[in-house]
């Protein structure tokens, strides 16, 4: 029998971000011992660049009345991504990362006839969410940039003009 006593209290990790270099931000995770003490030789947790862009990028396309992100040349960059099953979910979205927070800059298209407005805040509010939520920095900003608004018309196939007669 060991005469170790069983540590019963939560043990709490204090996160301390730090810039690691140009593209990257590191998140150091210190675990305690319930009392504030530091436990050492646990490592660190990098999170890049990129992947907040990801998350920023995944929050905004699933907020309501957004057709697609990103401009049009990135846009046409997309559209050859997804007929190869390559979508890039940081498509229309910028990340300038810091120590302990981030600002976000998104460029949408809106789809008609939602109000522009409502799709911003929206857009706004969801990234600011996850980025918070699963990424554990503070988001000072996120400026929504309305390239375009997606017309349903534009979806439907049209019919060439021999086609009217069969």
């Known amino acids: 029998m060991s005469n ?13 971000p730090t810039q690691a270099g140009t593209g990257t931000t590191e998140k150091s995770v210190v675990p305690t011992n319930g009392a504030g003490s ?12 990129s992947v907040v862009a990801r998350v920023a990028g995944i929050a905004a396309r699933e907020a309501h009345g957004v057709y697609d992100l990103g401009g049009g040349a990135a ?3 997309g559209a050859i991504r997804n007929a190869i099953n390559a979508t890039d979910q940081s498509q229309g979205v910028s990340v300038e990362v810091g120590e302990t927070q981030v600002a976000v800059d998104v460029t ?3 789809e008609y006839p939602v109000a522009l407005q409502d799709v911003a805040n929206g857009v706004r509010a969801d ?14 900003e996120v400026n929504v940039t309305i390239n375009d608004v997606h017309l349903p018309s534009d979806e439907r196939d049209e019919e060439p003009a021999d086609a009217r007669v069969q």
């Open 4 to 16: 170790v006593t069983p540590n019963t209290t939560a043990t709490p990790n204090i996160v301390a």
């Open 38 to 49: 530091e436990v050492v030789g646990h490592g660190t947790t990098t999170v890049v660049d």
């Open 75 to 77: 846009r046409a960059i």
């Open 108 to 110: 949408i298209v809106a």
């Open 127 to 140: 990234v600011i969410r996850a980025v918070e939520t699963i990424v554990g920095l503070e988001v000072t």
